[in-house]
């Protein structure tokens, strides 16, 4: 290890990265978040709520299109970071910020899956969204995981999302180009010409829909998704040097639910709090096949006005006291077995938000020709929502 169990607890205490103190000496040119266009929600945080970092149009920050999120768990304020060298690996990565829920250390680009490592964005308003980063104008050439989630906060429904890579020049977005120095590439650091998704491993280039939705168990996911057992809901994710453009939305999250869902309009779902602990993550039993009447949005409560069904092969529980695994058909609930989760404080509603979420992977890549940049030592990296 690069350092002490007691300096990384104490890091991960403060919610602060040791890795991301400044330097041009380090063996990476991507110095950090720059949050002249940001503002943080302020302490005191409370935990299980979530809060924002306002991502303004401008450091004058008089309009914003989005917000970087964060639950108060092991994840803390301000939501995102860069390392510059894992702890484990020495690799590099954006993600997002806190501590490794495991071993209470300083989140790194190495730690387990579902440790919680993406930083979120959520869109708005359907205008572009712009996040800066910090670059120093050194001769490293360095290579950068992104683990993140984007989710549609907006009125409408997204078609998909584009992103580019860019430079904010007397306040307005100029494109990368080609050779420039800055791009999308693969884990070598390798630039894009034209690929996709369909071509490249998940962890280069994806964009995913939590497996928990859909898709089948595996050496990370013991259990198959809810609504669809054998295929992950997902976009075709294409890619060039500078630009990630969405193709079309999987076919099993179109025919139940069109276009990708913002988060108003997501269906609402019966879970069961295996734990007995209502802040970790519950099992997804059933869904209101119709509209779901909410009657108190903070307990999350309210009444199916269409039919409660199931796409697991039976409703309730097993022998084993787990839920039956899904077949991906659509059936109706019986009505003992409503009345007993209606009665079980177990049992609770609640939107289903991932189907609002789409996790995208991706790496960047910098090198030495920053110099030549029209702002050698910032990048931005804009988002823009399709309709």
Known sequence: MSRSKTAKKLSALLGVSLSVAASAAWAGTITGWDMSNVTVAPAPYTEYVTYTSTLFTSPAKTATNGVITWKETDVKAPGMKVVNKDDVTGLKCIMTTGYNPYDFSDKMCSDPLQSSKRWKVKGTNGQPIDVYFKVATDTYTSIYNSMQKLTDGDVKKWKGFRAELGFMVNGVFTKSKAGDGLGFTDK???????????????????????????????????????????????????????????GLISSNYYALFGDWNNLSSVPWAYYYDNDDNINTDNLLMANCDGNFVVTDPVAETGYCEGTWVTYRSQAGLDANGLPYPSDGIKKPVPADVLASWQSNRLYLTGPIEDLANLGVNYYITVNKLNASWPTPNQFVLRFYPKY
């Open 188 to 246: 070598k650091g390798r630039f894009f010409t034209t690929t996709s998704s369909a071509v490249q491993s998940a962890e280069v280039l994806s964009a995913l829909f939590a497996q928990g939705l859909a898709g089948p168990a595996d050496a990370n996911h013991p259990s198959t998704g809810y609504f669809d057992p054998k295929y992950r809901f997902s976009y075709l994710l294409n890619a060039t040097e500078d630009g990630l453009d969405t």
